[in-house]
């Protein structure tokens, strides 16, 4: 790769902006001041300092965000704020999409990230990758739900969904649960309880494939995947 497309893919200015980074001997590829914008280099191999700072590269960025609710899960939104509204600039110059949708008001592990292939391995509903969301219903959950949600529940649409796990974790007034489901229908875990005749009425994805919530991440905090997380959902067969 060229050393000015490295260096501008990485952020650090326009390619003309590269280019005079260049001129002023800013750069440096294995000890060498390089001034040649079309001087190549092997990202993963070569050893670039900028200002005798070691510049590391990477091409793909992996967020797990603990999605705050009130906030879209999209790149743009003409009046809402998104999740790329809560990233850092030097994590939003790599582009990064959020990988599925959790509703405005749904709180939780949001995975985002710029490696499309890995994020629509996630999503192929071929691929069963299991969710796990913890919510509360609005008044008690039976053993009769889980049963049902085991066989597949029939939404307002037709359609009968995928068997989903269903655990009371506290059944009252209002019930505590958890749902694993292998599917992402539209709205698919409320519309799962509407099915039975009930509302949640606060929702929380917990968890994605191998990935779990962080709790050191407070709503609206992100950081980025380990290099085992990152193998993890790579690994996902
Ligand atoms: N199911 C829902 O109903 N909403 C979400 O945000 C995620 C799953």
């Keep these: 790769m060229r050393i000015d497309k490295m260096l501008a893919n990485l952020g650090y200015g326009s390619r003309k902006e590269v280019k005079k980074l260049l001129k002023d001997g800013a750069v440096t590829i294995n000890e060498r001041v390089v001034k040649d914008a079309k001087e190549q280099v092997d990202p993963n191999a070569d050893h670039v300092t900028l200002y005798g700072e070691v510049i590391e590269y990477k091409e793909y960025i992996y967020l797990l965000m603990n999605k705050p609710p009130g906030v879209i899960s999209a790149t743009e939104d003409g009046y809402d704020e998104t999740v790329i509204d809560l990233l850092e600039p030097e994590d939003v110059i790599f582009s990064p999409f959020p990988v599925g949708r959790l509703d405005k008001d749904t709180e939780g592990l949001l995975l985002l990230t710029n490696d499309g292939q890995l994020a629509h391995r996630l999503l192929s509903p071929k691929k069963h990758v299991p969710k796990t969301y913890f ?8 053993e009769d739900d889980v ?12 359609y009968v969904t995928k068997p989903g796990e269903l655990k009371i974790l506290k059944s009252g007034i209002t019930s505590d649960i ?32 191998p990935l779990q919530l962080d709790e050191n991440l ?17 690994e996902l067969p």
């Design 135 to 142: 919510a509360v219903i609005d008044q008690e959950v039976t």
């Design 147 to 158: 049963a049902a949600f085991r066989l597949g529940v029939t939404l307002d649409d037709g």
């Design 178 to 209: 958890e749902l694993t489901i292998t599917e992402g229908k539209f709205h698919q875990v409320k519309r799962m309880f509407e099915a039975v005749g009930k509302r949640v009425i606060y929702l929380q994805r917990i968890s994605m494939g």
């Design 218 to 234: 407070e709503l609206g905090e992100y950081r980025e995947l380990t290099e085992e997380e990152v193998n993890q959902l790579k």
